[in-house]
């Protein structure tokens, strides 16, 4: 099995977030545009003496692109 590099996901995990910040900063300007996908409502599954909700939802804006292009530039000067 190939071994993960953990900084490299690192590195893209904080160029999304750093990248979503940025676009909240920023709503009306071009790099708060963006798609959201995943689930509206969350999905309940109720086995009697438990209930498990799962739930994932994406907003993928054009500063978090950025943010990832951005990361894995750091990622090759680093590496």
């Keep these: 099995m190939k071994k993960v590099n953990w900084l490299l996901v690192w590195l893209v995990l904080i ?10 900063i920023f709503p009306g300007n071009f790099l708060s545009y963006g798609q959201v996908f995943g689930l ?5 599954l109720n086995l009697g003496f438990m209930i498990l909700t799962f739930g994932l939802k994406f907003n993928i804006t054009i ?5 990832v292009v951005l990361a894995f530039v750091i990622y090759r000067f680093i590496r």
């Design 63 to 67: 500063a978090g692109i950025i943010g």
């Design 15 to 24: 160029g999304f977030v750093l990248g979503t910040v940025i676009a909240q």
């Design 40 to 44: 509206n409502n969350p999905v309940e």
